[in-house]
């Protein structure tokens, strides 16, 4: 029987190859973001082309009670989601002083309340059908502080940190937490970040969103903890263990600014 891998921010980039890679292992899909046109396009892809069956969630997961409501969907619809990939999320570029507060709000809700509320929802009844893989997407900007995207890093270190912490919990079941961490990766999300003339993003060439997602998948079905994509990626974070915090706030800042 077929397992039912359910991907939030599953539109664009990295959450829409992700559906990809689940669909072509044989999964039935459940799609969840706030695009019904581009989720639509991509059902009939997956359908098309792996004979799964796949369906559909338009939901802004940064509303209060959307993680609840597509809960409830997903129980009126009587599946058991197997594998859940919290990949819905967004960052912001430039000074906390002069960021939109409205924008970094609804950051924090995305990157942070929504993933815990539905890894909280779904979790039980994978415990309780001893097997389930939870994916959350953390980023290597987790293993540092991030001076022009402060609520953005600090996001994304939630994200490792949770992730860390009840996948230790889960020792004893059959369930796996696995935080995924792409560094800067071809996608759209320079472009909403607004980001796109930053150094970070200029000064080598990018692994495309695909490339992330199958090393992604395959570290989630591992029962990886920390997946950190890239040798360069994985050198630079353990760089960080070893380098004084000043040093790097300053290192990321220069990185950060616009080319």
Same mark, same amino acid.
């Given at each position: 029987?077929?397992?039912?891998?359910?991907?939030?921010?599953?539109?664009?980039?990295?959450?829409? /190859?992700?559906?990809?890679?689940?669909?072509?292992?044989?999964?039935?899909?459940?799609?969840?973001?706030?695009?019904?046109?581009? *989720?639509? =396009?991509?059902?009939?892809?997956?359908?098309?082309?792996?004979?799964?069956?796949?369906?559909? =969630?338009?939901? @802004?997961?940064?509303?209060?009670? &959307?993680?609840?409501?597509?809960?409830?969907?997903?129980? &009126?619809?009587?599946?058991?989601?197997?594998? +859940?990939? %919290?990949?819905?999320?967004?960052?912001?570029?430039?000074?906390?002083?002069?960021?939109?507060? @409205?924008? /970094?709000?609804?950051?924090?809700?995305? %990157? =942070?309340?929504? *993933?815990?509320?539905?890894?909280?929802?779904?979790?039980?009844?994978?415990?309780?059908?001893?097997?389930?893989? =939870?994916? %959350?997407?953390?980023?290597?900007?987790?293993?540092? $502080?991030?001076?022009?995207?402060?609520?953005?890093?600090?996001?994304?270190?939630?994200?490792?940190?949770?992730?860390?912490?009840?996948?230790?919990?889960?020792?004893?079941?059959?369930?796996?937490?696995?935080?995924?961490? $792409?560094?800067?990766?071809?996608?759209? !999300?320079?472009?909403?970040?607004?980001? @796109?003339?930053?150094?970070?993003?200029?000064?080598?060439? +990018?692994?495309?969103?695909?490339?992330? &997602?199958?090393?992604?998948?395959? &570290?989630?079905?591992?029962?990886?903890?920390?997946?950190?994509?890239?040798?360069? %990626? *994985?050198?630079?974070? /353990?760089?960080?263990? !070893?380098? $004084?915090?000043?040093?790097?706030?300053?290192?990321?800042?220069?990185?950060?600014?616009?080319?």
């Amino acid at each position: 029987m077929p397992h039912t891998t359910l991907i939030t921010g599953a539109s664009s980039g990295i959450g829409l /190859e992700l559906a990809r890679v689940a669909a072509r292992h044989g999964d039935d899909i459940i799609l969840v973001a706030r695009s019904r046109p581009k *989720l639509e =396009i991509l059902a009939s892809e997956l359908k098309k082309a792996h004979g799964v069956k796949v369906h559909i =969630i338009e939901k @802004d997961l940064s509303l209060p009670s &959307a993680s609840k409501e597509v809960f409830t969907e997903v129980s &009126a619809l009587w599946l058991t989601v197997n594998h +859940l990939i %919290n990949n819905a999320g967004f960052g912001d570029f430039w000074k906390f002083s002069l960021t939109d507060w @409205d924008k /970094e709000g609804q950051m924090i809700d995305l %990157n =942070i309340k929504s *993933l815990t509320h539905m890894t909280k929802l779904f979790l039980p009844s994978m415990i309780e059908g001893k097997y389930g893989r =939870i994916m %959350n997407l953390a980023s290597t900007a987790a293993f540092q $502080p991030g001076p022009g995207m402060a609520v953005y890093f600090a996001t994304k270190a939630y994200v490792l940190s949770f992730s860390e912490a009840i996948s230790e919990e889960l020792l004893s079941t059959w369930v796996t937490v696995t935080a995924l961490c $792409p560094g800067p990766t071809e996608s759209g !999300f320079a472009a909403v970040s607004h980001m @796109d003339s930053s150094k970070l993003f200029q000064w080598r060439k +990018l692994p495309t969103s695909r490339e992330v &997602a199958e090393y992604g998948y395959h &570290a989630m079905m591992q029962g990886q903890v920390v997946a950190v994509h890239g040798w360069m %990626n *994985l050198i630079l974070t /353990e760089f960080v263990r !070893f380098t $004084p915090r000043f040093l790097i706030r300053k290192i990321v800042w220069s990185m950060q600014k616009k080319a």
